[in-house]
């Protein structure tokens, strides 16, 4: 047992693990933009040979991930999308199945669709919040059940916890999608999930300014056969976007904190609001799972979506009309992001399966920023105005 004492998340955040610049002492681990290295002699390095298959400033990133996630170790990447198929590359083979959530990120139905189906990986997207309909999925040949919780868009939860437990009765691996908490809000790997999967474009770095991806588990034989088909890729992360994500990692508890208040704020806001229809946020008591959010979340993020009483039309040009909230396809930035999902990561699911999903083509996702929730409000306000006139 270690005689340290345990740190706060937030401390974590800025020293867990740190890796120091023992060269000039510099406060900011440096950005090693190199592709190569020099041998001291033949067949002897420092550690790194080749930045296809390790980076200082990577692993820097990567320690200081490993540190959040309570891990010996993970794993960055140059989107969250090269974590996904890096995983699935490097654990699934022609002929294995795999159990997805049926309301997940576009990206990730897309690999399987048009990626991975072509090469005979077999997958099923499933009511992954129904236990019993995950049971009745399993095949002789499933290897491997990938959810995302909160779902993006529509925010649906699974209880990681108990499909953990259904997974490995089955000798399965389960992984989990945790980018729109992170583990600060929800650690998968404690909950019982053997992977844990972020995208660090959106809340670990913050401020929009990389694209990246990051895989964490407690297997180490797992992480060396994924830290093996990344360097046979070459879906590693890129040093500068590495840098600078670790400097949004450093704020990360901060933010949260400020986006959680803010996005029950304007839930609240939403949902009072007669010319809102309906407001998805695990952190609302109307929110059908909203017991076990309180059981497996810590707090409720700064994501979630709603729908207006309106037209399709409408809603769209409700979007158009907003001043400070910006419409575009990210989240979990310092700036207020809006979409529509329809139009935007689930553009490719034919209606009628989008509409089964509850991705009605009026859903709009909003991610909560940093900007004052009143400020946020009144753009709303004068969004509806625009719209639809002054009266509610």
């Known amino acids: ?54 980076n200082p400033t990577v692993n820097a990133l990567e320690q200081g991930i490993a540190a959040l996630e309570g891990t010996a170790s993970a794993l960055c990447f140059r989107s969250g999308m090269g974590a996904i198929t890096t995983l699935c590359l490097a654990l699934l083979k022609a002929g294995d199945h795999v159990i997805l959530s049926e309301v997940i990120y576009g ?29 009745q999925a399993i095949r002789p040949n499933s290897k491997l059940i990938f959810i995302e919780t909160p779902a993006n868009p529509t925010m649906k939860l699974t209880d990681i916890h108990a499909l953990a437990e259904i997974a490995h009765a089955s000798n399965l691996l389960l992984a989990v999608d945790n980018t729109f ?22 809340y670990i770095d913050g401020h929009n300014a990389t694209i990246g991806g990051s895989l964490a588990t407690h297997d180490e034989a797992v992480i060396e056969r ?8 070459g879906t590693i992360q890129a040093p500068m976007d590495a840098w600078l994500t670790l400097q949004g990692l450093k704020t990360l508890p901060a933010r949260l904190d400020v986006h959680c208040r803010h996005a029950a704020r304007v839930a609240e806001w939403l949902e009072a609001d007669p010319r809102v229809h309906r407001v ?32 399709v039309e409408e809603s769209l040009r409700f979007i158009d009309a907003l001043k400070i909230c910006t ?66």
């Open 327 to 392: 419409c575009a396809e990210s989240l979990g930035s310092v700036e207020t992001l809006i979409t529509n999902p329809a139009t935007a990561s689930h553009c490719d699911l034919p209606l009628d399966e989008r509409e089964r999903l509850g991705i009605s083509d009026r859903l709009i996702r909003l991610s909560v920023g940093l900007e004052a929730p009143q400020d946020l409000i009144a753009d709303f306000e004068q969004a509806f105005a625009t719209v639809f006139g002054g009266a509610k």
């Open 107 to 135: 990206g990730t139905m897309r690999l399987f669709h048009q990626v991975l189906g072509n090469f005979n990986v077999e997958y099923s997207f499933v009511d992954t919040s129904n236990l019993d309909a995950v049971r």
């Open 280 to 311: 998805y946020y695990p952190g609302l008591s109307s929110f059908p799972q909203h017991e076990l959010a309180l059981r497996q979340q810590s707090a409720f993020g700064g994501m979630l979506a709603f729908e207006l009483n309106a037209t």
């Open 1 to 54: 047992m270690s005689d340290k004492p345990a740190l706060q998340p937030e401390t974590i955040a800025i020293h867990g693990n740190r890796v120091r610049d023992n060269q000039f002492n510099s406060i900011l681990f440096p950005i090693h933009q190199t592709a190569t290295y020099i041998h001291e002699t033949v067949g002897v390095t420092k550690g790194f040979g080749y930045s296809r298959g390790g």
């Open 181 to 202: 908490l992170t583990p600060l809000l929800q650690n998968s790997l404690k909950l019982g999930a053997d992977i844990s999967m972020l995208s660090t474009t959106k």
């Open 226 to 233: 994924l830290r093996l088909v990344r360097k046979t890729l």
